[in-house]
């Protein structure tokens, strides 16, 4: 199992990331299916930063192409700086 800890953004986006650009399908449970692959959503106790708080979202991967599917939500959960 390959697992990525997100934080600031939201499930949604990340599913529909797997869908429209890795071939997935949404599964029953809001989990993302596709082929040798499957990632299961989980939400994280919030992390606080001061006065803000920022969503933790942990993604779980499973099967023979998990490392793929993690390798490419990882470099969509990328943000530059500025």
Do not use: C, H, Q
């Not at 082929?35 to 979202?57: E, H, S």
């Not at 779980?60 to 490419?72: K, N, P, T, W, Y």
Request: proline letters at 5%; a negative charge; charged letters at 30%.
């Amino acid at each position: 199992m390959n697992r990525l800890e997100i934080r600031g953004l939201p499930a949604a986006l990340f599913r529909r990331y797997l869908v429209e650009e890795f071939e997935g399908r949404p599964a029953d449970d809001g989990a993302v299916e596709g082929d040798g692959w499957r990632a299961r959503f989980v939400d994280g106790a919030p992390l606080r930063i001061g006065l803000v708080m920022t969503p933790v979202l942990f993604v779980e991967f499973d099967g023979e192409r998990a490392a793929e599917a993690s390798a490419f939500l990882a470099r969509k959960a990328m943000r530059g700086g500025g």
